[in-house]
């Protein structure tokens, strides 16, 4: 369809696009008993090209009574396959095993989902898969618990570009034992062809990709990567896609790496690209009807609500373009009341479940920054505060503002407290106060005390991508920014890695973890880098210091 696609350039601003254009103008203003099947090392993927497993296993979407299992079958058959596949609550996998079966073809492209239910909550179990005469490496997973939990443990991750490096931070992950689940909020693949967007890993297929078939094989070349292979057979994933699952910056009706002349329908592609992220992903199919319609709930006992949100290919309104040369300030068209990321369904939805939670802690995972990112920090009433990046949250303020009045509560509803929203997306690591009105003192207008955190509605950890670029070159922008910008607590543009989540009834800690480099896949350093927390009842963030892990955590297989 036109011209290739290899050399089509990159069109719109990618995260680091905007952000370096308002940073330039911030600065100047086990064992098996399966038997006879040939067994995959269950210490490491398997990457023999006769094995039947080369994508590993996973899980995901864990309930307190189930779990989602993954698998896919390498073959060259065009039949029905059948895949027995059984779990334990033993590493070795040797006592109390149950079995079950389970059938794949080309319709799914032998991928493998099973919905494993009847599980006991707040258990560790063990799985395994067989098939065409082969073992699958065995697997850990989880279930969620219940009644009162003391503890919880949760790595967050996003943005994994495979053409800027290795996923050592995958790795790192998958080396916490004492993990309940991990969060990953998006831009899990990305779309783009060899050499466009990175030249460390080259792509498969080479080109930009747009067919179903183009996105089930870009799937299946991560999954072959040893540090994702590895995070996903240690721990259970509760993923949501962000834009480069199907195609940068994407919107309901669009995206800025798209072009319909040339690359054909956008629903088309969204179709495709949805369809090869549920073939592959271990999460929980979405409604027959509409595969984006997949905000959902995670209770970890009275502790902890996680809900997942989409704000992509749902309902988000088109990015405007910036009206105050490289910035914008919240005035002509994005003032818009109809500006939405949610849509009205899905943000009924989240009124209910964070109106309604009784766990203590509302976890939010989301994909674009909440809190407010300007280079000019006035009041909201002035009308002159300039913001930086349409694409995320600042792009939608009537939208926040909805979601803020939730927070708040009115003559019917309580406030909600104790909400902390997590959130991937910008390549770099941020944490914040969430407020209406960062650059006003007046609290009792919808203001904030950044000496206090009066006026905090919430509070927002930002992890850090897993390879994709941040802002190298500028350093000094996450010092500037806070001095615009006095709700942020921590700021760091430039380092990789993941945010550790340390869950507790008494408060709810983020730290930044970051990799020692991800040019070199044999690294295994990794280092502590800052820690804030925020009380039970406080909404707004303070220091904290380095966790400790749990204390007997399950083993690994």
């Given at each position: ?509 983020g730290e930044w973890w970051y990799v020692d480099t991800i040019l070199d896949p044999a690294s295994t350093g990794e280092t502590f880098a800052a820690a804030y927390k925020v009380g039970d ?19 690994a297989p």
């Amino acid at each position: 369809m036109g011209r290739s696609r290899s050399n089509k350039p990159r069109k719109g601003l990618s995260r680091r696009d905007f952000l370096t254009r308002s940073a330039v103008a911030t600065l100047a203003l086990g064992s098996s008993a399966f038997a006879p099947a040939k067994a995959a090392s269950s210490a490491a993927p398997a990457d023999a090209s006769s094995n039947a497993f080369q994508h590993g296993v996973a899980s995901g979407d864990p309930l307190s009574d189930r779990v989602i299992l993954w698998t896919r079958l390498t073959t060259t058959s065009s039949e029905k396959i059948s895949v027995e596949y059984r779990w334990s609550t033993d590493p070795m996998m040797l006592s109390g095993v149950k079995t079950g079966t389970a059938k794949t073809s080309s319709a799914t492209d032998y991928t493998v989902k099973v919905d494993l239910k009847s599980l006991k909550p707040g258990k560790t179990y063990y799985y395994q898969f067989s098939a065409l005469g082969y073992l699958s490496p065995v697997g850990r997973t989880r279930t969620l618990p219940t009644g009162s939990p003391g503890r919880l443990r949760i790595g967050v991750s996003c943005c994994a570009s495979l053409a800027h490096g290795y996923f050592n931070a995958y790795a790192r992950i998958a080396a916490r034992n004492d993990l309940a689940a991990v969060l990953h909020l998006g831009d899990y693949i990305y779309e783009y062809g060899t050499g466009e967007y990175g030249n460390v890993r080259a792509y498969q297929p080479d080109d930009e990709i747009l067919t179903l078939t183009d996105y089930r094989t870009r799937h299946a070349q991560y999954k072959t990567d040893v540090d994702l292979q590895e995070m996903h057979r240690q721990h259970p994933v509760i993923a949501v896609w962000d834009d480069h699952e199907t195609a940068n910056n994407a919107w309901t009706g669009g995206a800025a790496n798209h072009d319909e002349a040339t690359e054909g329908s956008w629903d088309q592609r969204v179709a495709n690209a949805l369809q090869a992220y549920y073939e592959w992903m271990p999460v929980r199919h979405a409604k027959d009807t509409d595969l984006k319609l997949n905000y959902r709930r995670f209770q970890f006992g009275d502790l902890a609500d996680v809900m997942m949100v989409e704000t992509r290919l749902l309902a988000r309104a088109q990015q405007l373009p910036p009206n105050q040369g490289a910035t914008f300030t919240q005035t002509g068209d994005f003032a818009d009341p109809n500006r939405d990321l949610f849509g009205s369904t899905q943000a009924d939805w989240l009124s209910q479940q964070l109106r309604g939670s009784a766990c203590k802690w509302k976890l939010l995972g989301q994909q674009v920054m909440l809190a407010q990112l300007k280079i000019l920090g006035t009041p909201n009433a002035t009308g002159t505060s300039r913001y930086v990046n349409p694409d995320q949250w600042d792009g939608y303020n009537p939208a926040r503002e909805r979601l803020f009045s939730v927070l708040k509560g009115d003559e019917s509803n309580a406030p909600v407290g104790n909400v902390v929203v997590l959130t991937g997306d910008i390549h770099s690591s941020w944490g914040a106060d969430l407020t209406e009105d960062p650059n006003n003192p007046d609290v009792s207008a919808g203001g904030y005390d950044p000496k206090t955190g009066a006026g905090s509605l919430a509070v927002e950890f930002v992890s850090t991508s897993v390879t994709s670029p941040g802002l190298d070159t500028l350093p000094k922008l996450a010092d500037v920014s806070k001095t615009i910008n006095p709700h942020f607590k921590y700021a760091e543009v430039t380092r990789r890695g993941y945010l550790l989540l340390d869950v507790k009834p008494e408060r709810v800690s983020g730290e930044w973890w970051y990799v020692d480099t991800i040019l070199d896949p044999a690294s295994t350093g990794e280092t502590f880098a800052a820690a804030y927390k925020v009380g039970d009842g406080q909404n707004h963030l303070q220091v904290s210091s380095e966790s400790s892990p749990m204390s007997g955590p399950p083993p690994a297989p």
